[in-house]
């Protein structure tokens, strides 16, 4: 973590791509996302509304899982939680749509050689 203070989620982002920086790190993330998505599709749906309580959970399970054992740093929410967690839900639908690979190059992370 930086000792910076982001003053807008623009600048925010670039950030939080770095702290994203490693492939496995982004898939707990993309893992977690798609959870949160498919628990809150069946509870409107399925009018189960306590399943709404364990979005959090899945979603960060992941997302912590990743930073502590892989990324090895600190999660970006614990300083920035809203927009951390608008950024997971961008990182997402970025890499859904095939267009994460440049804003990761804007954002100067290297990508990494196997």
């Known amino acids: 973590m930086t000792d910076k203070t982001y003053q807008s989620f623009t600048e925010f982002w670039p950030f939080y791509l770095r702290e994203h920086s490693k492939p496995l790190t982004r898939a707990y993330h993309y893992i977690g996302t798609s959870i949160v998505i498919a628990i809150a599709a069946y ?3 399925a009018g189960q509304w306590l399943w709404l309580l364990a979005m ?3 979603g960060y399970f992941f997302a912590w899982l990743a930073h502590f054992t892989v990324e090895k740093n600190r999660p970006a ?5 809203l ?3 608008g950024a997971d839900f961008k990182m997402w639908w970025y890499a859904l749509t095939g267009r994460l690979g440049a ?3 804007k954002a ?6 196997g």
């Open 77 to 81: 929410t614990f300083t920035y939680p």
């Open 56 to 58: 959090p959970v899945a």
């Open 108 to 113: 100067g992370v290297k990508p990494i050689k």
């Open 103 to 105: 804003e990761l190059e």
């Open 83 to 85: 927009w951390s967690l």
């Open 43 to 45: 509870a409107l749906l």
